[in-house]
């Protein structure tokens, strides 16, 4: 901060970095301290003068209210204890089967009966639109991939059916036939084409996995691929090397077990189709007891936390909750600073507990897939590094079949619109979403040519200087603004929500605010900057 990168590692300067490592750290704590207690008294006051509609009675004897306004957190919640019964179900059969019938077919023969049943259960007959997905998209894989336009064909034909599926909520067996409108009746938890953005990644992976198998595309070898990875031993491949290389078995019934499979088929994390066969004939390694056993227990902090946030933040239903509109438009500068912050990090909360939760049943199961949200929301200063961390096998995904293929990095500013649309889409057909999208991009490309510009040769020498560390850390400070603004738009307040703080950040009071709040964060990066030095030193998180 104070202390040029370049100055030499003397006890006196290991002392400076020190302080400042230390005084950025505050700063940021302060400010996090300063927010919560903010939107925790502007929380219950609120809620005691009963003016948030649809909060509920809590069960729980130290707080009075539980918000449970969101959808995906209510359902998981009250599905947890017979969704956990069930993975214990299936963990331990599993084991027992792999005990003494470990060959693949029969492996297979265990998760499509699972899969299937599992399936069934959430969406009653509309399982049977999944499965003929499944078997249309197999038909195009055997008998096209390979062709010379079998990519660009299967990527319009599934998104086509995305698109189609979501217009219309789904097809109606009544549509086919007077005498098939009962199964339209059948009770069901969640209707079948709300999962169909999951399936057409399993679609996608398995097709292009396949074609590029056929076309017989260069892989990484094992030997130079251990040059570059900690993780690899002889006898431990790690997911990026399974991921990469071409799978040994590709056929109807390992597509519909890999499609179905029930660990990661509601919420995911995503796996491509190479990875998780892969696994399924080798279990993961890099995962011991020890190891899942810390894992596990870290989910349980944070399931801790996010039971306590809904019992005392009630900002999520606030913002989502169209009856509430009248309470986020009266908020000054202020409150609007600190309940966008908890918005955020209940967001992130939320989704890393969904996706740990489901990361641990494939784990325990020998499927080792990549960890989403690898870094905290209020963690991240720059568009690039937070998209990577935060829906992280979701990108990993985006650049293996669609950035990759439209050229990389080459052609990165033309195909990040792409990238970056397809997200949007992909997620909901919503305005606002679209809006988050390329609002992304909008804020991306003065990212990504700045990084360029300043990675020239001829400013070397600047880029070891301590005003090109300031900018930076200014920089990433404006850049946690766009970011929070960005992810609002798309996932709390809304477009109209975007409009009325623009309106309040507009006044000379919120002008000032938002400014110095800029700067306070341009702070709190440098904290960020050392922790990224520490990870390079011992390598991982």
């Known amino acids: 901060m104070f202390i040029s990168p370049t100055a030499p590692d003397t006890p006196k300067n290991r002392f400076w970095r020190k302080c400042e490592l230390y005084f950025s750290l505050s700063l940021g704590l302060y400010a996090a301290y300063a927010m919560m207690i903010e939107s925790y008294y502007l929380s219950h006051k609120l809620a005691d003068s009963n003016k948030i509609v649809g909060l509920k009675q809590s069960t729980f004897p130290w707080t009075s209210y539980i918000d449970l306004y969101d959808g995906q957190l209510s359902s998981f919640r009250e599905s947890l204890p017979l969704l956990s019964l069930f993975a214990f179900v299936f963990i331990v059969f599993r084991k027992i089967l792999l005990r003494f019938k470990p060959e693949l077919e029969t492996q297979l023969t265990y998760y499509i009966i ?42 319009v034909l599934n998104l086509g059916f995305l698109i189609i599926t979501e217009l219309y909520t789904g097809y109606k067996f009544a549509w086919w036939s007077s005498s098939l409108a009962f199964l339209d009746r059948v009770p069901h938890d969640l209707p079948w084409w709300r999962v169909t953005n999951l399936c057409m990644l399993k679609v996608i992976s398995y097709a292009m996995d396949y074609h590029w198998s056929i076309l017989n595309l260069p892989t990484p070898t094992k030997e130079k691929h251990k040059l570059i990875c900690s993780e690899c031993t002889e006898s431990i491949d790690c997911l990026d090397y399974r991921t990469k290389s071409h799978a040994s078995h590709y056929s109807f019934k390992a597509f519909i077990s890999y499609f179905f499979y029930p660990p990661l088929y509601l919420a995911g994390p995503t796996i491509s189709y190479n990875a998780w066969i892969s696994h399924v004939q080798v279990p993961q390694q890099t995962f011991d007891a020890k190891r899942l056993g810390m894992y596990i227990l870290r989910f349980f902090m ?58 641990i049943w494939a784990l325990l199961d020998g499927i080792e897939c ?4 690898v870094r905290c929301m209020s963690n991240s200063y720059c568009f690039e590094q937070f998209w990577r961390m935060w829906h992280r096998s979701f990108n990993q995904w985006l650049v293996r079949y669609l950035f990759v293929p ?73 850049y946690i603004v766009l970011l929070m603004m960005a992810n609002l738009i798309g996932f709390s307040f809304g477009i109209e929500g975007f409009y ?42």
């Open 114 to 155: 699972f899969g299937l049943g599992y399936a069934g259960y959430i969406h009653g007959p509309g399982v049977i639109y999944l499965v003929l997905m499944v078997a249309v998209n197999y038909f195009l894989v055997e008998n096209f991939a390979g062709k010379k336009f079998f990519a660009i064909s299967i990527w």
């Open 406 to 478: 439209l050229g990389g990095r080459k052609y990165k500013i033309y195909n990040i619109w792409v990238v970056f649309g397809f997200v949007a889409l992909w997620h909901d057909l919503t305005l606002k979403l679209l809006a988050w999208g390329w609002g992304m991009c909008i804020f991306i490309m003065p990212e990504v040519l700045a990084k360029a510009y300043f990675q020239q040769p001829k400013f070397a020498e600047f880029r070891k200087t301590l005003t090109y560390n300031w900018l930076c850390a200014f920089g990433g400070g404006f």
């Open 370 to 373: 990549v960890e989403n949200m």
């Open 500 to 541: 009325i703080a623009m309106r309040e950040f507009s006044t000379p009071e919120g002008s000032w605010m938002l400014f110095k709040f800029t700067i306070y964060l341009g702070f709190c990066v440098h904290f960020m900057f050392a922790q990224r030095k520490a990870e390079e030193k011992f390598k991982g998180f």
């Open 302 to 359: 944070i399931y801790f936390i996010l039971e306590w946030s809904i019992h005392n933040l009630y900002f999520p239903g606030i913002a989502s909750n169209p009856r509430n509109k009248r309470l986020w438009e009266q908020f000054n500068v202020w409150e609007l600073i600190a309940t966008s912050y908890v918005i955020l990090n209940w967001i992130w909360l939320k989704f890393t507990v969904i996706w740990r939760y489901f990361r």
